[in-house]
């Protein structure tokens, strides 16, 4: 599903399709608030998790 959407704006560890690592390990990656502005950029914020 493209990004940004009605139905979908952040791409997160719990979010369908997941930000998890297929193969395990690795930083959580969290991108949230996705918003297309009128120009056609895109704007996001962005975020991981760290141990």
């Known amino acids: 599903m ?7 704006d952040s791409f997160t560890p719990y ?7 297929q193969l395990g390990g690795g930083s959580t ?6 918003r297309r502005l009128p120009d056609g950029r895109v704007t996001f914020h962005i975020g991981y998790d760290y141990q």
């Open 29 to 34: 990656v969290y991108i949230t608030n996705i």
């Open 15 to 21: 979010t369908i399709p997941s930000s998890k690592s």
């Open 2 to 8: 493209p990004y940004p959407s009605a139905a979908n």
